[in-house]
């Protein structure tokens, strides 16, 4: 076992030093990735400098779309070695790391998140479903009368949020949200402008015949001021809903925990559900229909040439960080079952490829 490990990091030296980056040139883990993940990751980072003889990691947040492609882009020291992710890693994004030459990655899914639509404390309450979030955020939706198709749909007129429906306050519409580079944007997307989509039986039916289109329909947001891409920095978000109390946002669970003395969560309810606000529990259990997996994705090529990598997963999956009483929980973050945990636990320490079937 010795002199295979040996043989892994002279390996791993080969491909730094055929990207013109010498091994040696950097004695610090580099992590970039979801704005979602960042709290999480920057406080196993701080723990991680903290308690070992590593340096501390540098994280920053570029979103997971943007980390995915830095990491993608090559084996190498000018390259970091992990990305966050608060959607799962695509297919086409592995295809693109292929293609740069990292073919070796391994995934951990770290825990859940459940993406909020919240408000500053003053705002008038709202219950909304998954089909008013299609209905007032969506690039097109079904002429009235109509369930929708391709012959059906008509640009978004919907300017307040009684015009999506009646039973909701007589306010304009404006959505701060995350650009189309951010996870969070490509969960919401899916799961609750998708989720309000599905609900006409033309769009329904529109998925079985042409799925390209039913997809650009159903996950399309629509460009003017009723939403309004707010950046990558959750932060930013939490602090324009407090300026402007007509205005709605969408992040993290936790940057709602974090700011729940400010800001108040809109209860979602899915088709022929009951409304449920974001709680703990709620999207731990999956009752929450906004909610996700949160990840991140490990270079191997990178481990034992950048020194700490391997020590910095032990951290990350120790139950002291990501379990049921962990710091973790402590900042917002939903954890994976004992079994789940168990399982990408000895996949992080075996470094076990990513696998998409």
Not at 52 to 74: A, D, R, W, Y
Not at 171 to 184: D, E, K, Y
Not at 326 to 340: H, Q
Request: glycine letters at 10%; aromatic letters at 8%; hydrophobic letters at 40%.
């Amino acid at each position: 076992m010795k002199k295979i490990a040996i043989a892994a990091a002279v390996a791993g030296a080969a491909l730094f030093a055929s990207s013109g980056t010498l091994a040696q040139s950097r004695d610090q883990i580099r992590i970039v990735g979801s704005s979602t993940v960042f709290p999480f990751s920057t406080a196993v980072a701080e723990e991680f400098g903290r308690s070992s003889n590593f340096k501390t990691p540098i994280v920053e947040s570029t979103g997971s779309g943007g980390g995915l492609k830095l990491f993608c882009s090559g084996i190498g020291t000018n390259h970091p070695d992990i990305t966050n992710a608060s959607r799962r890693i695509k297919k086409s994004e592995v295809e693109l790391c292929a293609q740069n030459g990292v073919t070796n990655i391994v995934e951990v899914k770290i825990g859940f998140d459940g993406i909020v639509i919240a408000s500053d404390k003053s705002a008038p309450d709202m219950s909304l479903t998954l089909r008013d979030l299609y209905l007032a955020l969506a690039a097109k939706i079904p002429a009235p009368g109509t369930e929708g198709g391709l012959g059906n749909m008509i640009a978004n007129p919907n300017r307040t949020w009684a015009d999506v429906n009646p039973e909701l306050p007589n306010r304009p519409i404006v959505v701060l949200g995350p650009p189309p580079t951010s996870g969070t944007r490509d969960a919401f997307n899916e799961l609750a402008i998708e989720g309000g989509c599905e609900t006409f039986s033309g769009m329904k039916a529109l998925k079985k015949t042409d799925s390209g289109s039913y997809k650009a329909l159903c996950r399309g947001i629509r460009e003017d001021s009723a939403f309004v891409e707010a950046g990558e920095n959750d932060n930013l978000i939490v602090q324009k809903l407090q300026a402007n109390h007509e205005a709605v946002g969408i992040f993290g669970f936790s940057f709602l925990d974090q700011n729940a003395d400010a800001l108040k969560a809109f209860p979602v309810a899915a088709e022929g559900d009951e409304p449920q606000a974001p709680t703990f529990e709620a999207i731990s259990d999956g009752a929450y229909p906004i909610s996700r997996s949160l990840f991140f994705y490990v270079k191997k090529a990178h481990v034992d040439v950048v020194p700490g990598i391997r020590e910095f997963l032990a951290e990350f999956t120790n139950d002291q960080a990501w379990g049921d009483f962990g710091y973790l929980a402590d900042r917002g973050l939903i954890p994976l079952s004992e079994e789940e945990r168990a399982k990408y636990r000895a996949e992080a320490k075996a470094l076990t490829n990513l696998s998409l079937d």
